[in-house]
């Protein structure tokens, strides 16, 4: 480990040493303990990063769910607490936030569930600072029977809510913004603390979900169907967009809050209700956002359960998805996790959207603007610590300008000032995660023994939290390292000759999320966003592969799962379509001019019709059977397209 001195010293609490590696212990005392009863898998001790404390053991609802070992589910077994009772002194660091916690409604022991009611029967787990490594608070998790009664009760409002008028639902979105307007501040230094995001992108995060309210407001007054014309003579075709039902939304830990807004702004005000299956390790932020959301909804008269919560692990995520009663599964995550979700939805018929991976690369070309490459490159590359979905993890410069940019872009990393999170001046916090920071040291080593060159970084910060450096790396673009997405702060850089080769590295990898050009001249341009540049879902110009504005579309193609957020088109997702055709005639001509032939010789129909034996309805009586002819129709077949006689 290297030494660090953040230039931003830490002023929370600093953890002892032997903490952190109590915690690392602790993760792997209890993977083992599963490993045993294979009810308690790493990914989710590890996504926690939390531990549960012996001293605190479950209450006594939340034990005898435990005790039911509901099949699939983290199983708090007696071997799990007994794994953790010698590690009962990692410290907690809730009195030194306590009056952010209470401006939040965040306790030191909370219930993570709410189907209308806030309760909860599954393990308790604990949510821990990455710049500290101490306890934040804890929070009892979702049982299966919970994933149960939360749709169930969401499903139920969503009925009452879907007759709510559209612009009646949009002021009901406008009023969530302005609540979290109020606290937009004291959710973002939460972001903070339990992401490790710094405080000036925090902000930013919950700015996304503002303007998500504001988009939301604006197309619940605008949200438009369609009147086509049709082929057939006084005919009409309608298309309409209906509330679709359920929306389980599941999330991942890099954007605890702007994901929900993006979804949930767009499925409330287009009459859905919402089940929410957040990241375990960032629950807080979850509970917080949901009770001003609540806050909301209950001041209105509607029921909470449109926003249900479900924290817990892979597991709630996997009963949601797996759940016929959820119409669509937006899932935002690692690429490995949503090629299954995807599957399981879809296996019942159930829809899906997909936020995933990327490994997105930024291209400079040799007429670049040099200064402003470099700080866009900056800001995207080291941004939330490489813990974007749309962090530029390649960098793609033209020889000629190749040595002069690595220079400056590698003067400007050496500036990066590392620290705490919360700090003003720091641009750069910790990992999220322990597993994040293993990531990282394996990688380094995997890159040495590829043969890159490290220009930067490449080391973990000794010390308090979870920091490493940000790192840049010369390596060939075609390393089977260099297409995966490592989700750390590392650049993989590389010099190429002429547009169609940056063109072809950019596309050489199975993601397809975000990619960026810097350049002057106008014949790249075109060529990078037109069909044969650039596959991926976000083509940027000038601008680095990270920052995106909630208006347009987001989301990306191939690996990246092919789904959209957020702005334009994106609210049709979360609605079903429906065409109708109307006719305003007094005739039935078919589409496509079919002339369907079910009528006897039309002297049949005129001998009925002389005798009187037609009823009233135009039909021969008794004219043998199904077999009558029915005289309007006969006649309006000429109205059609190509219509002919006896089109029925
Ligand atoms: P992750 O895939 O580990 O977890 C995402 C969510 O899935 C979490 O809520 C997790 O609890 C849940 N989950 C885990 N196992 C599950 C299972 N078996 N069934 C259902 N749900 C399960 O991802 P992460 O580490 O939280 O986030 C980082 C990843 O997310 C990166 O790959 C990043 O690129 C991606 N991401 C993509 C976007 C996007 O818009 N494309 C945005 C943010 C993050």
């Given at each position: ?172 979105v406008r009023?969530i913004g302005e609540a979290l307007r109020?606290k937009k501040?004291?959710l973002a230094?939460?972001i ?10 925090a902000e930013g995060e919950v700015q996304e979900f503002i303007d998500m309210t504001d988009i939301a407001l ?29 929306v389980?939304v599941?999330t991942a830990?890099n954007f605890p809050h702007a994901v929900y807004g993006w979804n949930s702004s767009l499925a409330f005000v287009?009459?859905?209700?919402v089940?929410w299956?957040p990241?375990?390790?960032t629950?807080?932020v979850a509970?917080a956002t949901t009770?001003i959301v609540?806050?909301v ?10 926003a ?22 937006s899932?935002t ?22 936020e ?192 995106a504005e909630v208006g347009?579309?987001f ?10 957020e957020a702005g334009?088109?994106a609210w049709?997702?979360y ?74």
């Amino acid at each position: 480990m290297l030494s660090y001195a953040p230039v931003a010293p830490l002023s929370l609490h600093s953890i002892a040493k032997s903490g952190t590696v109590s915690l690392v212990r602790h993760c792997s005392t209890l993977t083992a303990a599963s490993n045993s009863n294979r009810r308690f898998p790493l990914r989710s001790v590890l996504e926690a990063r939390a531990s549960t404390l012996p001293t605190q053991s479950p209450a006594p609802h939340a034990r005898s769910a435990i005790h039911r070992s509901l099949p699939g589910f983290i199983n708090g077994s007696g071997s799990r607490f007994a794994a953790v009772s010698s590690h009962e002194k990692l410290e907690d660091e809730f009195e030194l936030h306590k009056e952010l916690f209470d401006e939040l409604g965040i306790k030191k022991e909370n219930s993570g569930v709410c189907n209308g009611e806030w309760g909860g029967s599954g393990p308790v787990i604990y949510s821990m600072n990455p710049s500290t490594g101490k306890i934040l608070a804890s929070i009892t998790t979702a049982s299966k029977a919970d994933v149960d009664s939360a749709i169930d009760a969401a499903r139920k409002a969503q009925h009452l809510w879907r007759s709510v008028p559209t612009p009646v639902r949009g002021h009901i979105v406008r009023e969530i913004g302005e609540a979290l307007r109020e606290k937009k501040l004291a959710l973002a230094k939460l972001i903070s603390l339990e992401v490790g995001k710094i405080l000036a992108e925090a902000e930013g995060e919950v700015q996304e979900f503002i303007d998500m309210t504001d988009i939301a407001l604006g197309l619940s007054r605008s949200m438009p169907g369609q009147v086509l014309p049709s082929e057939r003579s006084k005919h009409l075709i309608l298309e309409q967009w209906h509330p679709l039902g359920c929306v389980g939304v599941i999330t991942a830990f890099n954007f605890p809050h702007a994901v929900y807004g993006w979804n949930s702004s767009l499925a409330f005000v287009c009459g859905n209700s919402v089940v929410w299956k957040p990241a375990l390790s960032t629950s807080l932020v979850a509970l917080a956002t949901t009770k001003i959301v609540h806050s909301v909804l209950e001041r209105n008269n509607y029921p909470t359960s449109l926003a249900a919560l479900l924290c817990g692990a892979g597991e709630v995520g996997e009963a949601v998805s797996k759940d016929r009663r959820v119409d669509l599964v937006s899932f935002t995550g690692s690429t490995a996790i949503g090629r299954k979700v995807g599957v399981w939805a879809q296996e019942r018929f159930g829809r899906v959207l997909l936020e995933l991976g990327g490994n997105n690369a930024c291209i400079v070309m040799d007429d670049a603007n040099i200064e402003l490459a470099v700080r866009g490159i900056l800001f995207s590359a080291v941004g939330t610590s490489g813990q974007r979905c749309t962090t530029t993890r390649r960098l793609f410069v033209q020889q000629g300008v190749y040595d002069i940019f690595m220079e400056h872009l590698t003067h400007a990393y050496k500036q990066v000032r590392i620290g705490n999170p919360l700090d003003k001046g720091t641009i750069y916090g910790p990992l999220h995660n322990h597993s994040a920071v293993s990531r990282f040291q394996k990688t380094m080593e995997e890159i040495k023994r590829a043969g890159g060159a490290i220009l930067h970084g490449g080391k973990v910060v000794d010390g308090p939290g979870l920091f490493v450096q940000p790192t840049i790396v010369r390596m060939d673009p075609t390393a089977e390292i260099v297409q995966r997405e490592t989700f750390a702060p590392i650049l993989y850089a590389a010099k190429f000759k002429d547009l169609s080769e940056a063109i072809q590295l950019n596309n050489a990898v199975p993601q397809g999320l975000s990619s960026s050009i810097f350049t002057s001249d106008v014949r790249a341009l075109f060529e990078f966003i037109g069909p044969n540049g650039s596959d991926c879902g976000i083509v940027n110009v000038n601008v680095p592969t990270s920052g995106a504005e909630v208006g347009a579309a987001f989301g990306g193609e191939k690996e990246t799962g092919g789904g959209r957020e957020a702005g334009s088109d994106a609210w049709k997702q979360y609605c079903r379509r429906s065409t109708t055709t109307i006719n305003f005639g007094d005739d039935l001509p078919l589409a496509q001019g079919i002339a369907f032939h079910h009528s006897p010789p039309t002297s049949a129909f005129d001998a009925a019709s002389a005798s009187g034996e037609v009823d009233k309805l135009g039909y021969a009586v008794g004219g043998g059977g199904e077999d009558v002819v029915k005289g309007g129709i006969t006649k309006a077949a000429s109205g059609g397209v190509g219509g002919s006689a006896g089109t029925v």
